[in-house]
Antibody, heavy 124, light 108 residues
Framework: QVQLQESGPGLVKPSETLSLTCSVSGDSISNYYWSWIRHPPGKGLEWIGYISHSGLTNYDPSLASRVTISTDTSKNEVSLRLRSVTAADTAVYYC??????????????????WGQGTLVTVSS | SSELTQDPAVSVALGQTVKITCQGDRLSSYSPSWYQQKPGQAPVLVMYGKNNRPSAIPDRFSGSISGNVASLTIFGAQAEDEADYYCNSRDSTRNFFVFGPGTKVTVL
């Protein structure tokens, strides 16, 4: 069973860069796509972006100018960097395996393994 | 605003059946996935494709799609099913992913 563990600072100052690392155990990150998804307090889930097993990235348009997702295959880790943060970036951030994309007469995708999440607060 | 719409909240009596819906323009050709989130916990995948359950999810959970409306039905709801439920699919460009606003299910 794959396990994902997020780590990083819990407090970031406005205008600075949020940096999180996801350590993956139980499988090689080279076999899957990996996403970051966040959950702001009192709001719904928000997809941030993904990185493919070949290093292709795709980001939500509202965040694309500030976000970078990368991998370190030697450490089996996935990373998130979000620049120029504001209070609106305060959220629980999840590292997630997926999307897993399929065609069976119709398209479908899913995110099947989630880390426990880490709360990042943006405040001075 | 989300491209996927969900009712904000539904309630169900213990042991009864509840249907949670997710509406979106592309759902007839791009089936959503469903996630259960309990307070303080990470979301859990409960349904994907038209009606595929991960092995750990009880068979009282069932999925279906009719036109552009996807449904997650809980047959014989249990107290432990009380949670927020989110649907997810690709957006209208098929390039990105969007979540519905979520439905809070209360088991009475």
């Amino acid at each position: 069973q794959v396990q994902l563990q997020e780590s990083g600072p819990g407090l970031v100052k406005p205008s600075e860069t949020l940096s999180l690392t996801c350590s993956v155990s139980g499988d090689s990150i080279s076999n899957y796509y990996w996403s970051w998804i966040r959950h702001p307090p009192g709001k719904g889930l928000e997809w941030i972006g993904y990185i493919s097993h070949s290093g292709l990235t795709n980001y939500d348009p509202s965040l694309a100018s500030r976000v970078t997702i990368s991998t370190d295959t030697s450490k089996n880790e996935v990373s998130l960097r979000l620049r120029s943060v504001t209070a609106a970036d305060t959220a629980v951030y999840y590292c997630v395996r997926g999307p897993n994309d399929f065609w069976n007469g119709y398209y479908f995708s899913y995110f099947d393994n989630w880390g426990q999440g880490t709360l990042v607060t943006v405040s001075s | 605003s989300s491209e996927l719409t969900q009712d904000p909240a539904v309630s169900v009596a213990l042991g009864q059946t509840v249907k949670i819906t997710c509406q979106g323009d592309r759902l007839s050709s791009y089936s959503p996935s469903w996630y259960q989130q309990k307070p303080g916990q990470a979301p859990v995948l409960v349904m994907y494709g038209k009606n595929n359950r991960p092995s750990a999810i009880p068979d009282r959970f069932s999925g279906s799609i009719s036109g552009n409306v996807a449904s997650l039905t809980i047959f014989g709801a249990q107290a432990e099913d009380e949670a927020d439920y989110y649907c997810n699919s690709r957006d209208s460009t098929r390039n990105f992913f969007v979540f519905g606003p979520g439905t809070k299910v209360t088991v009475l």
